[in-house]
Each structure stands twice: as C-alpha cells, then as structure tokens.
C-alpha cells in the first residue's frame, strides 16, 4: 500500500474542502492518506506556513502530496499553488463555469460556503449542536418535543456522532437515547420515547463490531463481552421491527452515509 499525504486547506472552516477530499479519497483503496487540516489560511503568511508542511511531506514520501482547497482569495489560492503539492481547486475548477453560465460574476467571500461565523446561519448550528449535547445519551427527555429526531439504539452504536454531525451540518436538533438492559428485557419502548414514536430512528451494528468498540471503553467486561452485544442487537432489531421503527446497520458505513439516509428516510428539513 502506497502512503500519500493529503492537505486540506481553507481561508475558512475547511468543511467543504474536507466533505469532498473525504468523499474522494477512499475510492483509491490501495493508497493510505496522512491527513492534514489547515484551517483559517487568510494570509500569505499563513500560506507560507502551509507551503513549508506540504513541502516537508512532498520531501519525506517523495510524492506529490494532495491539496484539496475551497481558497476564496485567489491571490492565496496561487501562492500556495507554487508548492510542490498537486493542487485540487474546488473554487477555481467550478467557478469560472458558474460565472460563464450565470453571466455573472461572483463576489469572492470567504466562508460564503458555510457562512460567517455571526450569520443566522451559524446561529441555527450553534443552537442543534447545543441542542444534541444537552440531549445527548438520554440525559434529559423532557426535551424531545423540540428534537426533529431521536436516535435509538445499544450503547457505542454511534447515536452520539451522528447527532453532532447532523446538528452542525444540517441544523437539524437530534436528541438520542441508549437503549438499556433493562429496556430490552421489557420489550418495549420506555415512556419518553413512546410519546414521541414518530421521531424515533433506530441504529443497529454488527456485534463482533460492537464489542471490539465496547473492549476499548470497559476491556474484559461483560459489556464488552460477544454473547451480551449479540443479545441486545438481536433484542434491539426485534424490537424495532415489532414497532416499525425505520433502522440503519452502522457498521461499515460513515457518519455522514448514516446521516443522509435518516435526513432521507425521515425527510427531514435542513436548516443550513
């Protein structure tokens, strides 16, 4: 296997840059990425700062490392192409089309793509962000009139990730509960969760997978062990389909191939 280094580069937030290099990048299984996320490069000095990386890697590999960039600044966005990178220009290699075919020509902004920080925008994640974390693990459920969705499922199932995921990218407040021992012995959904059986979205996985996760929080345990994730992903997915609860295996899947097919399966509304 092949290692290449990959730079992800922004005069903003970098999530555009890093949503398609990480779209991209696993399609090529026979190379290994080392990645690096530069954020906020809005000054040649900074520029230089991010030319002296990516030649320090070009140097240590011998190869050409990646530089995925949504620079605004063309004047950056060319200082930085002088590097011994191989330079992929989101910007530049779709907004000279858009201009053409608008007959317009754009205002150069940087973050336009995912808004200033003191934007309504911005203001709608910041309030699904604190909106996940303050509902998050079933900690509080008095709040689940305001959620758009509830994730539910065995503990280390990835509920916790995709709710910050779909808060900070969609604006979407998603709350999650862990469903316990106790709950799957019942059968049945606990009362919070009953009022609010519309907004439920269940995640399942595998339970070889489960325990390798569960090994690292409580290694030896009987949380941990095979026999108890085999035994609450089985209840769980029996549960699920006895309720019509619409669910998604995680276990080889990203977060973000996760939180498309709720937003899709729920057709839930983005905010941002």
């Known amino acids: 296997m092949t290692a290449r280094y990959a730079f992800f580069i922004s005069d903003s937030t970098g999530i555009t840059s890093q949503t398609l290099g990480n779209a991209l990048l696993p399609l ?19 520029a230089d ?26 004047e950056i966005r060319d200082h930085i192409a002088q590097s011994k990178g191989s330079l992929m220009d989101i910007i530049g290699t779709f907004l000279p089309s858009l201009e053409k075919e608008l007959g317009s020509v754009s205002s150069y902004q940087v973050g336009q793509s ?10 709608i994640r910041m309030d699904a962000v604190n909106f996940a974390l303050e509902n998050d693990d079933g900690m509080k459920t008095r709040y689940y009139g305001d959620a758009d969705v509830i994730l539910i499922g065995v503990s280390r199932s990835a509920k916790t990730p995709t709710c910050l995921y779909i808060a900070m990218q969609h604006g979407i407040f998603a ?6 021992e106790e709950d799957l012995n019942k059968g049945e959904l606990p009362k919070s969760l009953r009022e609010h059986k519309n907004k439920l979205f269940a995640l399942t996985i595998d339970p ?28 769980g997915l029996f549960l699920y389909r006895k309720l019509g609860i619409p669910t998604i295996d995680t276990t080889s899947i990203s977060v973000e191939e996760i939180a498309t097919q709720i937003i899709v399966q729920k057709n839930l509304q983005r905010r941002v």
């Open 208 to 235: 070889s997978r489960l325990s390798d996760i569960r090994q690292q929080r409580r290694a030896d345990s009987k949380y941990a062990s095979i026999k108890q994730c085999a035994w609450e992903v089985k209840e």
């Open 114 to 123: 995912h808004d200033n920080p003191s934007g309504e925008r911005a203001l």
């Open 49 to 74: 700062e991010a030319i002296r990386q990516i030649n320090e890697a070009a140097a240590k590999t011998g190869a050409k490392p990646l530089i995925f960039d949504t620079i605004m600044n063309p």
């Open 175 to 180: 709350a999650n509960y862990p469903l316990t």
């Open 28 to 46: 090529f299984k026979e190379t290994q990425f080392h990645k690096v996320y530069l954020p906020y490069t809005d000054s040649i000095e900074k």
